[in-house]
């Protein structure tokens, strides 16, 4: 079956780094342009970082460009999400997220913490 697990969450300090990843299985992961979501408490979940099939097409949220880089290896089935600069406001859960154009599948989420 489709799954998507997403690990690599945690507490960090600000302006500390933390790389998620997203491990994929049950469907061609080559063929899907893969996501990362976030959502806080009360929130809507909310595009952080996006990526496409071919990997090189990358767009980010303003809120995080220049600090967060998505990255897919597809010989691996994963995509990451490597997150620099951390600051309070990027506390969330965090989403991992797969689309084609007739289907969207996600993960169960994996929690960010960011706090001194």
């Known amino acids: 079956q489709v799954q998507l697990v997403e690990s690599g969450g945690g507490l960090v300090q600000p302006g500390g780094s933390l790389r998620l990843s997203c491990a994929a299985s049950g469907f061609t992961f080559s063929s899907y342009v893969m996501r990362w979501y976030r959502q806080t408490p009360g929130a809507e979940r909310a595009l952080v970082a996006h990526?496409?099939?071919?990997?090189?097409?990358?767009s980010y949220a303003d809120s995080v460009k220049g600090r967060f880089t998505i990255s897919r290896d597809d010989a691996k089935n994963t995509v990451a999400l490597q997150m620099n600069s951390l600051k309070h406001e990027d506390t969330a859960v965090y989403y991992c997220?797969?689309?084609?154009?007739?289907?969207?599948?996600w993960g169960q989420g994996t929690q960010v913490t960011v706090s001194s």
């Open positions: 990526i496409s099939t071919t990997g090189v097409t990358r």
């Open positions: 997220c797969a689309m084609d154009y007739s289907r969207t599948y």
